[in-house]
Protein backbone atom coordinates (compact mmCIF):
# COMPACT_ATOMS: atom_id res chain seq x y z
CA UNK A 1 0.00 0.00 0.00
CA UNK A 2 0.78 3.31 -0.02
CA UNK A 3 2.31 4.06 -3.51
CA UNK A 4 2.98 7.35 -5.38
CA UNK A 5 3.75 7.66 -8.84
CA UNK A 6 5.14 10.73 -10.60
CA UNK A 7 5.02 11.11 -14.61
CA UNK A 8 7.30 11.90 -16.50
CA UNK A 9 9.98 9.71 -14.81
CA UNK A 10 12.62 12.00 -16.60
CA UNK A 11 11.76 14.77 -19.31
CA UNK A 12 14.42 17.11 -21.46
CA UNK A 13 13.11 20.45 -22.86
CA UNK A 14 14.34 22.98 -24.41
CA UNK A 15 14.38 26.94 -22.75
CA UNK A 16 11.76 28.44 -22.68
CA UNK A 17 9.06 25.54 -22.98
CA UNK A 18 7.09 24.51 -19.67
CA UNK A 19 6.89 21.56 -18.38
CA UNK A 20 3.77 19.13 -16.12
CA UNK A 21 5.10 16.80 -13.46
CA UNK A 22 1.82 14.87 -12.43
CA UNK A 23 2.27 12.78 -9.33
CA UNK A 24 -0.63 10.50 -8.39
CA UNK A 25 -1.49 8.58 -5.29
CA UNK A 26 -2.15 4.91 -6.35
CA UNK A 27 -4.23 3.53 -3.24
CA UNK A 28 -4.91 6.02 -0.66
CA UNK A 29 -6.48 9.64 -1.16
CA UNK A 30 -3.83 12.30 -0.19
CA UNK A 31 -4.73 15.39 1.67
CA UNK A 32 -2.16 16.89 1.20
CA UNK A 33 0.98 16.72 -1.24
CA UNK A 34 4.03 18.13 -0.94
CA UNK A 35 6.93 19.17 -3.89
CA UNK A 36 10.77 19.06 -3.14
CA UNK A 37 13.20 19.81 -5.30
CA UNK A 38 17.08 18.73 -4.78
CA UNK A 39 20.28 19.29 -6.65
CA UNK A 40 22.83 17.42 -7.20
CA UNK A 41 24.39 15.99 -3.55
CA UNK A 42 22.33 18.40 -1.39
CA UNK A 43 19.27 17.87 0.52
CA UNK A 44 15.38 17.84 -0.16
CA UNK A 45 13.79 21.36 -0.69
CA UNK A 46 10.59 21.77 0.42
CA UNK A 47 9.18 23.48 -2.51
CA UNK A 48 5.56 23.82 -2.04
CA UNK A 49 2.57 22.38 -0.28
CA UNK A 50 -0.86 21.69 -1.97
CA UNK A 51 -4.47 20.83 0.16
CA UNK A 52 -7.06 19.15 -2.38
CA UNK A 53 -9.46 22.35 -3.66
CA UNK A 54 -7.40 24.99 -2.34
CA UNK A 55 -4.03 27.15 -3.34
CA UNK A 56 -1.10 25.99 -2.69
CA UNK A 57 1.27 27.42 0.20
CA UNK A 58 4.90 27.99 -1.37
CA UNK A 59 7.77 28.13 0.31
CA UNK A 60 10.06 31.43 1.17
CA UNK A 61 11.97 32.18 -2.18
CA UNK A 62 10.23 29.81 -4.77
CA UNK A 63 8.37 31.69 -7.44
CA UNK A 64 4.47 30.59 -7.39
CA UNK A 65 3.99 32.38 -10.72
CA UNK A 66 6.96 29.89 -12.33
CA UNK A 67 6.08 26.42 -10.48
CA UNK A 68 2.34 26.37 -10.98
CA UNK A 69 0.76 24.00 -8.48
CA UNK A 70 -2.81 22.66 -9.20
CA UNK A 71 -4.41 19.68 -6.55
CA UNK A 72 -7.60 18.89 -8.56
CA UNK A 73 -8.58 15.92 -6.64
CA UNK A 74 -7.36 13.60 -3.38
CA UNK A 75 -5.17 11.69 -5.90
CA UNK A 76 -3.69 13.76 -8.22
CA UNK A 77 -1.36 17.30 -7.62
CA UNK A 78 0.68 18.52 -11.27
CA UNK A 79 3.25 20.84 -11.19
CA UNK A 80 4.10 23.03 -13.77
CA UNK A 81 7.67 24.38 -14.22
CA UNK A 82 6.76 27.24 -16.72
CA UNK A 83 9.34 28.85 -19.06
CA UNK A 84 11.83 26.85 -18.11
CA UNK A 85 15.88 27.88 -17.54
CA UNK A 86 18.46 25.77 -17.37
CA UNK A 87 19.27 26.48 -13.29
CA UNK A 88 15.55 24.81 -13.38
CA UNK A 89 17.13 21.80 -14.35
CA UNK A 90 16.94 19.28 -11.02
CA UNK A 91 15.14 16.35 -9.78
CA UNK A 92 11.75 17.04 -8.21
CA UNK A 93 9.81 14.64 -6.30
CA UNK A 94 6.32 15.00 -4.83
CA UNK A 95 4.86 13.02 -1.51
CA UNK A 96 1.84 12.49 -0.33
CA UNK A 97 0.37 12.97 3.04
CA UNK A 98 -3.05 9.92 3.32
CA UNK A 99 -6.15 11.26 4.21
CA UNK A 100 -6.37 10.02 7.90
CA UNK A 101 -2.96 8.64 8.93
CA UNK A 102 -1.00 10.85 11.31
CA UNK A 103 1.60 12.71 9.57
CA UNK A 104 3.32 9.90 7.27
CA UNK A 105 3.89 10.84 3.98
CA UNK A 106 5.22 9.03 1.21
CA UNK A 107 7.60 9.65 -1.64
CA UNK A 108 7.10 9.69 -5.47
CA UNK A 109 9.64 7.84 -8.18
CA UNK A 110 10.37 11.84 -8.62
CA UNK A 111 11.27 13.47 -12.33
CA UNK A 112 15.04 14.56 -13.37
CA UNK A 113 14.58 17.34 -15.34
CA UNK A 114 16.70 18.91 -17.53
CA UNK A 115 16.59 21.99 -19.64
CA UNK A 116 18.56 22.81 -22.45
CA UNK B 1 13.64 28.30 12.45
CA UNK B 2 13.39 24.42 13.02
CA UNK B 3 16.29 22.76 12.62
CA UNK B 4 17.29 18.95 12.41
CA UNK B 5 20.89 18.19 11.90
CA UNK B 6 22.65 14.87 10.75
CA UNK B 7 26.28 14.05 10.44
CA UNK B 8 26.87 14.48 6.37
CA UNK B 9 29.30 11.31 6.59
CA UNK B 10 29.89 9.71 5.20
CA UNK B 11 30.01 6.56 7.61
CA UNK B 12 31.73 3.53 6.91
CA UNK B 13 31.67 0.38 8.40
CA UNK B 14 31.77 -3.08 7.26
CA UNK B 15 29.91 -5.60 6.43
CA UNK B 16 28.11 -7.24 9.07
CA UNK B 17 28.67 -4.54 11.67
CA UNK B 18 26.08 -1.95 13.41
CA UNK B 19 25.85 1.47 11.57
CA UNK B 20 24.69 4.20 14.04
CA UNK B 21 22.99 6.74 12.25
CA UNK B 22 22.61 10.01 14.50
CA UNK B 23 20.15 12.79 14.50
CA UNK B 24 19.29 15.87 16.77
CA UNK B 25 16.58 18.77 16.19
CA UNK B 26 15.50 21.98 18.03
CA UNK B 27 12.01 22.17 18.21
CA UNK B 28 11.27 20.92 21.93
CA UNK B 29 7.46 20.44 20.48
CA UNK B 30 8.18 18.14 17.43
CA UNK B 31 6.19 14.96 17.94
CA UNK B 32 6.89 12.48 15.20
CA UNK B 33 10.25 11.10 14.04
CA UNK B 34 11.02 9.96 10.51
CA UNK B 35 13.90 7.80 9.04
CA UNK B 36 14.22 7.56 5.34
CA UNK B 37 16.74 6.50 2.81
CA UNK B 38 17.40 7.36 -0.55
CA UNK B 39 19.66 6.15 -2.78
CA UNK B 40 21.79 7.72 -5.58
CA UNK B 41 19.22 9.00 -8.20
CA UNK B 42 16.45 7.96 -6.17
CA UNK B 43 13.54 9.01 -4.12
CA UNK B 44 13.38 8.34 -0.31
CA UNK B 45 11.78 5.38 0.50
CA UNK B 46 10.20 5.31 4.29
CA UNK B 47 11.89 3.02 6.48
CA UNK B 48 10.61 3.90 10.51
CA UNK B 49 8.70 6.19 11.92
CA UNK B 50 8.62 6.45 16.01
CA UNK B 51 6.30 8.56 18.03
CA UNK B 52 7.46 7.57 21.69
CA UNK B 53 10.66 7.32 23.85
CA UNK B 54 12.46 4.71 23.59
CA UNK B 55 13.24 1.76 21.15
CA UNK B 56 11.57 0.71 18.11
CA UNK B 57 12.47 -2.39 16.11
CA UNK B 58 11.61 -3.63 13.04
CA UNK B 59 13.92 -6.47 11.31
CA UNK B 60 17.13 -5.11 11.39
CA UNK B 61 16.69 -1.59 12.33
CA UNK B 62 16.03 0.03 15.41
CA UNK B 63 15.05 3.66 15.88
CA UNK B 64 15.84 5.30 18.84
CA UNK B 65 14.00 8.36 20.23
CA UNK B 66 14.96 10.38 23.46
CA UNK B 67 12.92 13.34 23.32
CA UNK B 68 14.62 14.98 26.81
CA UNK B 69 18.15 15.33 24.42
CA UNK B 70 16.23 15.84 21.28
CA UNK B 71 18.05 13.00 19.32
CA UNK B 72 16.71 10.35 17.17
CA UNK B 73 18.88 7.74 15.82
CA UNK B 74 19.14 4.92 13.94
CA UNK B 75 20.85 1.60 14.06
CA UNK B 76 21.25 -0.91 11.25
CA UNK B 77 22.68 -4.48 12.37
CA UNK B 78 24.17 -6.76 10.52
CA UNK B 79 25.10 -4.01 7.69
CA UNK B 80 24.91 -5.13 4.59
CA UNK B 81 26.45 -3.15 0.72
CA UNK B 82 22.67 -3.03 0.18
CA UNK B 83 22.86 -0.63 3.23
CA UNK B 84 24.64 1.77 1.41
CA UNK B 85 22.57 5.09 0.93
CA UNK B 86 22.09 8.42 2.40
CA UNK B 87 19.86 8.16 5.44
CA UNK B 88 17.08 10.96 5.93
CA UNK B 89 16.10 11.75 9.25
CA UNK B 90 12.67 13.95 9.48
CA UNK B 91 10.75 15.86 12.28
CA UNK B 92 7.26 16.62 12.59
CA UNK B 93 5.03 18.55 15.18
CA UNK B 94 5.45 20.98 17.31
CA UNK B 95 2.12 22.92 15.59
CA UNK B 96 3.16 21.98 11.88
CA UNK B 97 2.17 18.73 10.05
CA UNK B 98 5.11 19.93 7.57
CA UNK B 99 8.51 17.80 7.86
CA UNK B 100 11.51 19.26 8.86
CA UNK B 101 14.39 17.23 6.60
CA UNK B 102 17.96 16.74 8.14
CA UNK B 103 20.82 16.96 5.24
CA UNK B 104 21.17 12.95 5.63
CA UNK B 105 24.51 11.02 6.35
CA UNK B 106 25.88 8.92 3.50
CA UNK B 107 26.77 5.50 5.09
CA UNK B 108 29.10 3.23 3.37
CA UNK B 109 28.85 -0.92 3.79
CA UNK B 110 32.03 -2.04 2.59
CA UNK B 111 32.64 -5.91 2.01
Known amino acids: GAVVSQHPSRVICKSGTSVKIECRSL??????MFWYRQFPKQSLMLMAT?????????EQGVEKDKFLINHASLTLSTLTVTSAHPEDSSFYIC????????????FGPGTRLTVL | QKEVEQNSGPLSVPEGAIASLNCTYSDRGSQSFFWYRQYSGKSPELIMFIYSNGDKEDGRFTAQLNKASQYVSLLIRDSQPSDSATYLC???????????FGRGTSLIVHP
Open chain 1, 50 to 58: SNEGSKATY
Open chain 1, 27 to 32: DFQATT
Open chain 1, 95 to 106: SAHPQGVTDTQY
Open chain 2, 90 to 100: AVNGGGSYIPT
